[in-house]
């Protein structure tokens, strides 16, 4: 039987190419040979039975939208519980935690899938490279996260969960970390989409998902992309490093 | 009327206007066309009113082929108006157009491009005759809710423009909903090449439901839905009102370029010019500031295509993607791109499947990676000039290898040539120039080293 990999709700939850994610994983397994299906599933649908599932980003009011239709539709929820992976991205991320942040700062009710909660932060909002350093057990030996942030929340993370990484350069949960992690939930703010920049972490959800061992793939022109943009991320980090003290200075 | 006519502080400002722009031509500070127009509006205010008194004014707005549109509409009206001012440069917020206006003889007529985020307070202060409403689409900057923001400030605008003919494309929800409250439409089909911005009915937020192409119309639930438009193409014709039909005949390739011509005949149409005579004289364009030009960049000849957003992608992909040659496709992500490259995600690139690419650009290794996975054959290429002598390469070989029936391409005999950097009229000969496409600044990047412009 074939792989299904689910992008949930693409209409709502993919502003920044993060339909992308289920096109990476649904690649990495064909040519493994191990047969995969994507499916796009709309959110005036029962979300299908699937095998892993993505959530991308989305803006206000499709976030509220993708957040009431998942929860009143339990698969993804059930589906979580019984260890089928998920990977949540931006918006997704946010509104597979407990409560989420709406346009005007009130609380909202989340999907609850990652014991975290999400509040405004202030402006401005967290655009720009990211790069994180992977810390949760489960995804030991990853290398460094590459990926492009833009959102306006800070995320805290409760004692159910792991952080993902470790932030080097950029903003990502506000305290230091990035992203979350519970199982088989993977929740992060890096988009780019994520794992088209970081193929390792592609085939530890693949790993999970099919129970197979992934021989390695020719990953030339991953590795290449991310080098460059590995370097774009610590000359950013630099040139912030030397503002902050240019700054201090004339203080 | 005539300049003298005008309030001695707009006659003061037209002349800061023109002062100005020619120092910073003489500087060296670029065209010459933004500096003046923002000194003059600070001499005068209420400048753009005073100098659109007494003109005929068509505005062009919308996310994508408004530089095209307003162009063919530019030229459409010249035979019966005399020359039009129009801000040709690209300059579509309120500085450019005053400096159209300010350097254009007294009363010719008025084709402005618009930025679309500028049409509210132009249609207050202009009363303009005509404003064509393209399209409205995502771009890399602004997200979705921009775009319905932009659509309901668009209506409140032609709800209080009793005078103002709206010439509206009624295949996308968006222009339509903000066009159905003006006095006078037009409707135009003139398609939508990207829907993911336009599902969510701007009436109700219900779903529309589009028919399957090539059936056209849409509708909600709510009752809202496709206007019976009042010109159309069918086949090689332009059908304008009262089923009058005109042969449709353009120098600039696509079927997105038919369409653009449609709705500025429609334009044309409402300024007083017969479709005939409108079509007669858009055929005359070969290129649009740089747009769809065959240049010479490094020795190989070229065809120079500019997507600046998904749309717009996924206009140029139905329009190269019928061949078999390599095409160059160039990626940066400087601020005029949008910093975030992720929108290449959004775009079909598997469409290429079965072509050879050279990414090249800033970002060639983004978007290696995703042609990657699109399973399309590419190869990365930083430098965009040695991006295109590959793809010529590539393009004489297969020519001369496959032995097809166009002419063989021999790269080296077109190194040098004479023809190096002037812009070839007329359509592409066959078998010569790479299709090149690029984004805002890649486009831009190559424009300026085709040796020559
Ligand atoms: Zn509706």
């Known amino acids: 039987m074939s792989l299904r990999v689910v992008v949930v709700y693409p209409e709502l939850l993919g502003t920044y190419g993060d339909g992308g994610n289920g096109r990476v994983l649904v690649h990495r397994a064909r040519w493994r040979g191990i047969d995969a299906e994507l499916l796009e599933a709309p959110a005036d649908r029962r979300l299908p039975a699937g095998d892993l599932y993505c959530l991308g980003g989305g803006e206000d009011g499709p976030q509220l939208q993708a957040a009431e239709s998942l929860r009143d539709d339990g698969t993804l929820a059930a589906a979580a519980a019984a260890g089928t992976p998920v990977l949540a991205v931006c918006a997704g991320y946010q509104i597979v935690g407990r409560s989420f942040p709406a346009a005007d700062g009130r609380p909202l009710e989340g999907v609850g899938l990652l014991d975290v909660t999400t509040v405004k932060a202030p402006a401005p909002r967290a655009v720009g490279e990211i790069l994180a350093e992977p810390l949760a057990q489960a995804l030991a030996g990853l290398p460094t996260l590459t990926g492009f942030e833009n959102h306006g929340g800070h995320t805290r993370l409760g004692p159910g969960v792991d952080p993902l990484a470790r932030v080097v350069a950029g903003v990502g949960n506000g305290d230091g970390t990035e992203g979350a992690v519970a199982g088989r939930v993977v929740g992060t703010y890096l988009h780019g989409p994520v794992l088209a920049r970081n193929p390792a972490l592609a085939d530890v959800l693949l790993g999970w998902a099919s129970g197979a061992a992934l021989a390695p793939l020719d990953d030339t022109e991953e590795e290449a992309l991310r080098e460059e943009r590995l370097a774009a991320a610590r000359r950013g980090r630099r040139a912030a490093a030397f503002r902050r003290r240019v700054e201090a200075w004339r203080r | 009327m005539n300049a003298l006519a005008l309030p001695p502080r707009a006659r003061a400002a037209v002349l800061v206007t023109r002062g100005v722009n020619a120092l910073s031509r003489h500087l060296g500070m670029g065209s010459g066309t933004v500096a003046g127009g923002h000194a003059g509006l600070a001499v005068d205010p209420e400048l753009l009113a005073h100098l659109a008194a007494g003109r005929r004014v068509a505005l062009v707005t919308g996310t994508n082929g408004k530089t095209t549109t307003t162009r063919l509409l530019a030229v459409a009206v010249e035979g019966a108006l005399g020359p039009a001012a129009t801000n040709a440069t690209g300059s579509n917020m309120p500085q450019g157009h ?243 490259p992720s929108w290449l995600w959004d775009v079909p690139f598997e469409r290429l499947a079965g072509r050879f690419v050279v990414a090249t650009g800033e970002r060639c290794r983004d978007l290696a990676v995703r042609l990657r996975y699109a399973e399309v054959d590419h190869r990365a290429v930083p430098d965009p000039v040695a991006a295109v002598r590959l793809a010529a390469m590539r393009l004489g070989a297969g020519r001369r290898g496959a032995g097809t029936a166009g002419a063989p391409v021999d790269v080296m005999a077109v190194d040098g040539a004479p023809v190096d950097g002037a812009p070839v009229d007329g359509a592409p000969v066959d078998g010569a120039p790479v299709d090149v496409i690029g984004n805002y600044t890649a486009f831009h990047d190559l424009l300026s080293r085709a040796a020559g412009r």
Not at chain 2, 175 to 192: C, D, H, K, S, T
Not at chain 2, 234 to 248: H, N, Q
Not at chain 2, 280 to 301: C, D, P, Q
Not at chain 2, 311 to 318: I, K, R
């Open chain 2, 98 to 340: 005053v400096t159209a206006l300010a350097t254009s003889p007294p009363g010719a007529a008025a084709v402005l491009e618009v930025d679309e985020g500028y049409v509210p307070g132009l249609v207050a202060s202009l009363t303009p005759d005509v404003v064509v409403l393209l399209n409205l689409s995502r771009d890399q900057l602004d997200r979705t809710n921009e775009v319905r923001m932009v659509a309901s400030r668009w209506r409140r605008a032609l709800a209080d423009a009793p005078r103002t003919v709206a010439v509206a494309n009624a295949d996308d929800p968006l222009v339509a909903w903000a066009a159905q409250v003006a006095a006078r439409p037009v409707w135009v089909a003139a398609g939508l090449s990207w829907r993911a911005d336009a599902v969510g009915c701007p009436a109700c937020e219900g779903r529309i439901a589009f028919a399957e192409p090539p059936a056209a119309g849409w509708s909600c639930t709510c009752g809202f839905s496709r206007p019976a438009p009042d010109v159309w193409i069918e086949g090689e014709d332009l059908v304008t009102a009262g089923g009058r039909r005109t042969r449709l005949r353009l120098q600039l390739p696509g079927r997105f370029n038919r369409l653009n011509a449609a709705m500025a005949a429609a334009a044309a149409g409402a300024l007083g010019v017969p479709a005939d005579e409108a079509v007669a004289r858009m055929g005359t364009v070969g290129e649009v500031a740089g747009r769809f030009a065959l240049v010479t960049v490094g020795g190989s000849r070229a065809r120079l295509m500019l997507a600046k957003n998904p749309a717009g992608w996924v206009e140029l992909l139905d329009l190269v993607c019928p061949g078999h040659d390599p095409v160059v496709v160039g990626i940066n992500a400087r601020a005029a791109d949008g910093r975030d």
